[in-house]
């Protein structure tokens, strides 16, 4: 199931609107800081979705039930890109252990590039939630293979997949590559790639953008 955050108006639209505009984006504090609120937005949509059991809780004045979350939460990114939304889930999924991979693009051409996972540091998964981040799913291939590393951690209950901007192309992709049952959450769908797999309209290269240019 695919959720995107920007078929209904909120102001989602304005932090969506910064990370694009090139006027804005350049400031990378505003930058890192839009993407970790986004995913902040998509941490409250998200945690809808989760399992509930009612607990007692003890007030100065009395006693009350409150519903509270049992799942236990593994929160995932892509380094470097995927740090700041990682950040935004973990400030509302604050008990949540977390989970670091690299993945990359190694081009053979202009045009041609394999993906490379070099190193992944987990916890078990077995029987959790999972939600894996990265700002980017442009051809879906680096979410698929970092899929495919953590699943020798363990099988989780429920896997969620977080972004900022998707392409028809890459979730199209990506939904023959992962359970059925994943749920995706995209900030906004884009139509386009590029020859050297880019996202248009996109926003560039997020992780530049957040922590300087790489060489």
Not at 75 to 88: K, N, V, Y
């Amino acid at each position: 199931m695919i959720t995107n955050l920007s078929d209904q108006n909120s102001l989602f639209s304005q932090f969506l609107s910064e990370i694009r505009n090139i006027d804005v984006q350049h400031d990378r504090l505003r930058f890192r800081r839009n993407l970790e609120r986004m995913a902040e937005i998509m941490a409250y949509e998200l945690s809808k979705t989760l399992s509930y059991k009612s607990e007692e809780i003890v007030t100065p004045l009395g006693e009350t039930n409150v519903p509270l979350s049992s799942d236990e939460i593994v929160l995932a990114t892509i380094l470097r890109a995927g740090l700041p939304m990682h950040q935004g889930l973990l400030n509302y999924f604050d008990k949540a252990d977390s989970a670091f991979i690299s993945a990359y693009r190694k081009h053979t051409s202009d045009e041609e590039f394999d993906i490379h996972v070099e190193y992944c540091a987990s916890p078990t998964l077995d029987n959790k939630v999972l939600v894996i981040s990265d700002p980017m799913l442009a051809t879906g291939s680096s979410m698929a293979m970092v899929y495919e590393a953590l699943k020798s951690y363990g099988n989780p209950k429920q896997l969620h997949i977080v972004c900022g901007i998707a392409t028809e192309e890459g979730l199209n992709y990506l939904s023959k590559k992962v359970p059925r049952s994943a749920k995706i959450w995209v900030g906004a769908i884009d139509d386009e790639l590029t020859a050297q797999s880019y996202i248009v309209p996109g926003l560039g290269d997020a992780g530049d953008l957040a922590f300087g240019d790489k060489i």
